[in-house]
């Protein structure tokens, strides 16, 4: 039979125990963690923010250009008909208050640039949106050349 004196059981307790370093390393080691993971997430959820933004802005960019296809040269060339100023938003089929981000953009015709013969019969198609995201201005930009005698010619 093992009988221990009540001295040695407190100094059997005080050895199973944490000393009060050992708690404050712990808890710095937690904090650390826990602190990095919330980082860690909010650095996401801006990357996967700033990703759709960057889509809207190019699906706004490819509508631009699919309608300049839809037009004949003589419209393109008449002034005024294509509109140099558009605005559109994150999310336009919300309501007023959650429309989200709006976008606004620029369409301009020019000179193509070229020297060749053709030239007169080109033009360069310049799109442009500007946005605001958070504390940052962005920008997107898309070109692309109409002509005169463009791909209705090879439409069977």
């Given at each position: 039979m093992n009988l221990k004196t009540s001295n040695q059981r407190r100094?059997?307790?005080l050895r199973r125990a944490y000393t009060v370093m050992e708690?404050?390393?712990a808890v710095a080691v937690v904090g650390v963690v826990f602190v990095t993971l919330y980082l860690g997430m909010l650095q996401g959820f801006a990357i996967v923010k700033t990703g759709r933004e960057n889509l809207r802005a190019t699906q706004i960019l490819e509508e631009k250009m699919e309608v300049i296809r839809l037009y004949t040269w003589p419209q393109i060339n008449t002034a005024g008909f294509i509109p140099q100023s558009f605005t559109n938003y994150f999310y336009p089929e919300g309501t007023?208050?959650?429309l989200g981000t709006a976008y606004i953009g620029t369409m301009t015709l020019g000179p193509s640039g070229f020297t060749e013969a053709y030239s007169n019969d080109l033009q360069l198609?310049?799109?442009t949106v500007n946005w605001q995201s958070g504390n940052l201005q962005r920008t997107r930009t898309m070109y692309t050349?109409?002509?005169q005698y463009g791909?209705?010619?090879y439409i069977y």
């Open positions: 100094t059997d307790a708690v404050l390393v007023q208050n959650t198609v310049t799109v050349y109409v002509s791909l209705h010619d």
